[in-house]
């Protein structure tokens, strides 16, 4: 088992916390609010105040955090790399830009540490019930040193090298967010027409659209349940991401280009702290 220092313990990392430890992992958990991980004491987690600490000797540091900087700054100006255990290694859970997830790993490499790239798809649930998609960039070997305490949170794919897991993210989060305005707009079609809209959630499962997205978010909107599992914040940062990816690489994705607007508007709304599905609210207000 494994010496592993866990930052960032909010709706995602508490739970993946907690499953690290039911696996018989030693982790402690450090968290800028400090109450946050002051609340996981009592699931075999040690909760530390200071982040260096935490990172003291530790095999592996995990980061699920807001944002690339937010990353950075934990590991290069709070002094978490140079804490870690020699040839420890570092799994970025967060979703950040490839460019900056690569700056990243080569940081660490010139430090004697490996760096795996591992973001997740699944949300609360998946996270929860130890079901996430973990899309991992990084050296075979980094990703072979990582895979038992990542298979801890979900199944693990090895997609390339580093950078490619946040690239699989965005692919992910481009389908997600493009498809829950479909979603809503579907929904939105068939209540404005008259139409049962339990009934037609119903009558498409099983169908060529059906989805995750359709029955769990589908179930979201007809019970007006819009309590956070992902926040329209964050999936407004991911839309900016994925649109300034494809500007680097010469791509017009106008369905992307779409989605990031509709975030925006959400995000910077009353409406900004619910779950992404929610956007059907900022549809429906549409005139």
Sequence with gaps: MSDIALFGTGIMGAPMARNLA??????RAWNRSPQKAAALAGSGI?????????ARGAEFALLMLTDGPACEALLFDAGV??????????????????ASSRLIAS?????????????????????????????????????????????AMGRVTHV??????????????????????AVAEAMLLVEAGGGDAQ???????GGFADSTIWRQHGARILERGFEPGARATVQAKDMRTIVAQATETSLDLPFAALAETLFERMASGPNADLDHSALYLEIAARK
Excluded: F, W, Y
Aim: charged share 15%; aromatic share 0%; with cysteine.
């Design 107 to 151: 940081k660490l490499a010139a430090m004697g540490l490996g760096c795996v790239d591992a973001p997740v798809s699944g949300g609360e649930t998946g996270a929860i019930e130890a079901t996430l998609s973990i899309m991992a960039g990084g050296s075979d070997a980094d990703i072979r040193r990582a895979t038992p305490v990542l298979q």
């Design 81 to 98: 790399a140079s804490e870690l255990a020699p040839g420890g290694t570092i799994l970025v859970m967060s979703s950040i830009p490839v």
């Design 22 to 27: 039911r696996a018989g992992h030693r982790v």
């Design 160 to 181: 390339g090298p580093a950078g490619t897991g946040q690239l699989a993210k965005l692919a992910n989060q481009l389908i997600v967010g493009v498809t829950i305005g």
């Design 46 to 54: 040690e909760p530390m105040e200071n982040a260096a600490l935490a």
């Design 199 to 205: 009934a037609v959630h119903r009558a498409l499962m």
